[in-house]
């Protein structure tokens, strides 16, 4: 079976994740990507299933595919609040008439999953166009309760009945991980993020090096800042300014992913506990079991913590200067959050990938061939 995967691009671990583990799951099928970034195909080497296209040949690619999946979290993020947004959204608009017009001749099966809806624009221009994109697919699974009920009670009656909610995909590397006990390295691991607001960017980086360095001082451990996306949204800027701004640099090391997928996690693996930012630093912190405090940047990381009942384990980005001595109290007396059914996440967020095997095989009943 030939399947488009259409995912976020970048140099990004949460999403890169996300395809390696679709690709290990459906390793049977040949999985294509519209890519002629190399540097992000590289990252990709050990998966043989999967083969690279130039975005050039969108129309050839769909003569021959049999589905076409959207992956990935922050898809629908479409806010206009400037007249460069408002062209984005223009040009993605036509994009997606002519995704739909090129589905419908070849008889391509299309799906979202693991996505999140939001935030949008005030005027909600931005949920009128994810309500069109989404709209004549064959299934949507979306990762929060809030995007559920954003598209369950749509007046989109083709969206309503087909959205499902399970826990994010990167859930699933849970049950890949070895059982064997690991001796920890890091006091504190904290991921990084660079802002487009540069002031806000100055005061946040001042807010981590003093988190970093009471910690340190308090308890004479190490602290590993940890750059999730080191590419266009590039969080290691950030984590080289917070070390340059601590008065322990020597303790501090930087973790930067550069598609190296098992060194970052290794490393990650290594913490004791972390200051999350990056939506996927707070579900591997689960992952591995990692007590955690959640920050939010935009709603997905809120609708997380809300969905389980962490709220007091969370501040908005925007606030960290004002909640930074609470924030390094609940870090160094241990009073973070805990994840007490990661086994359970596991197995649900499995239903992601259980509803593209039901549109698999509903295909292949189709065409009269054997399973």
Do not use: W
């Not at 294509?32 to 129309?59: A, C, Q, R, V």
Request: net charge positive; charged share 25%.
């Amino acid at each position: 079976m030939n399947i488009i995967l259409q995912p976020f691009i970048d140099n990004n671990l949460g999403d890169d994740l996300m395809i390696k583990l679709f690709a290990k799951k459906f390793k049977q099928h040949k999985i294509i990507i519209l890519s002629d970034d190399t540097l992000f195909n590289s990252g990709f080497k050990e998966e043989k299933n999967i083969i690279f296209y130039s975005p050039n040949m969108y129309e050839d690619v769909f003569k021959i595919a049999d589905i076409h999946i959207i992956i990935g979290g922050s898809m629908f993020i479409l806010k206009i609040q400037s007249i460069k947004d408002a062209v984005k959204l223009r040009y993605r608009y036509f994009e997606s008439k002519k995704l739909k017009k090129i589905a419908k001749k070849n008889n391509i099966k299309t799906a979202v999953i693991g996505a999140n809806l939001g935030p949008f624009d005030k005027n909600n221009y931005g949920l009128m166009l994810a309500k069109y994109e989404l709209n004549t697919k064959d299934f949507i699974t979306v990762r929060d309760k809030y995007s559920y009920e954003t598209l369950y009670y749509s007046n989109c009656v083709n969206i309503s009945n087909n959205v499902t909610e399970y826990p994010d995909i990167v859930y699933g590397l849970r049950k890949y991980l070895p059982s064997d006990e690991i001796n920890k390295k890091y006091g504190l691991g904290i991921s990084a993020y660079r802002s487009t607001n540069k002031k806000q960017n100055y005061e946040n980086y001042l807010a981590y090096a003093k988190i970093s360095d009471e910690f340190i001082s308090k308890t004479g451990k190490k602290v590993a800042i940890f750059s999730f996306d080191s590419e266009d949204q590039n969080d290691l800027i950030s984590a080289y300014y917070i070390k340059e701004f601590s008065e322990y640099p020597e303790m501090i090391e930087i973790v930067p992913y550069l598609r190296n997928i098992e060194l970052f996690l290794e490393k990650f693996s290594l913490c004791e506990n972390f200051l999350a930012t990056r939506f996927h630093s707070a579900i591997l912190s689960q992952v591995y079991d990692i007590p955690f405090y959640a920050l939010g940047y935009s709603n997905k990381m809120k609708n997380l913590m809300n969905d389980q009942n962490k709220l007091s384990y969370f501040s908005e980005l925007k606030n960290l200067n004002k909640d930074l001595n609470k924030i390094s109290e609940k870090i160094l007396s241990g009073d973070l959050a805990r994840c007490d059914n990661i086994e359970e996440l596991s197995q649900r967020s499995q239903g992601h990938f259980k509803k593209i095997e039901i549109l698999i095989n509903s295909i292949k009943d189709t065409k009269g061939q054997i399973l």
